[in-house]
């Protein structure tokens, strides 16, 4: 169907145009209820990067060996994504650690907790700012040869876009965002949000607990 040949076409081109396959996958009002749901695909199930690669970018984030840090490294990621990809991992779990014995036997076994580690992939940054490159330029052709389309104000929307992935790529923010919804709903027995572990948490590297 055109929309999974436009599915594969946006993963191959790359990182930013995967993204805006994602969002719109959210817009059937704009491509149509089928090329949305074929553009879904691009939600995940994305080839992954090499496990070398994670463990390189996590010891660069944080000038530590993985294996000091992590009891246990997943090589294979559970998940992959246009610009991140996750693994599974073991921490110790702290002497002083305060969280309930059955927030531990969810987590963990013994003295480890199991954790989702989010590493962002190899070059994304570099990547993302070429493809913008040319969404602007396209953006600027739209709306100097498409009059009919300048109401949907192309510029703008790009750098909107831009400014998405700008913020995206920073997974502080991503883990602050994430305290703040778990702290919002923490007196809410029917909704848990992953705590995020910001000793192991930078830019380009999320940890957070891992929930079954």
Known sequence: RPGERLARALQDLGPSFIKFGQMLST??????????SDLSSLQDALPPF??????????????????????HFEDKPVAAASIA???IAKVR????DDSPEDDKGKTGTGDTREVAVKVL????????ERDLDLFRWIAGVVESTQPRLRRLKPVVAVE???????WEMDLRMEGAAASELRGNFEDDP???????????????????????
């Open 27 to 36: 817009r059937p009002d704009l491509v149509g209820e089928t090329i949305a």
């Open 50 to 71: 090499d496990s070398a690669a994670a463990r390189a970018a996590i010891e660069a984030e944080f000038e530590r060996p993985v294996a000091e840090m992590f009891e």
């Open 85 to 87: 990809q996750v693994h």
């Open 93 to 96: 779990i702290p002497a002083d």
């Open 121 to 128: 992939r190899p070059g994304i940054e570099r990547a993302i």
């Open 160 to 166: 909107i876009f831009a400014e998405s992935l700008r």
């Open 190 to 212: 029917m909704y848990v949000v992953p705590a995020v572990d910001w000793e192991r948490t930078g830019r380009r590297v999320l940890t957070t607990e891992w929930i079954s």
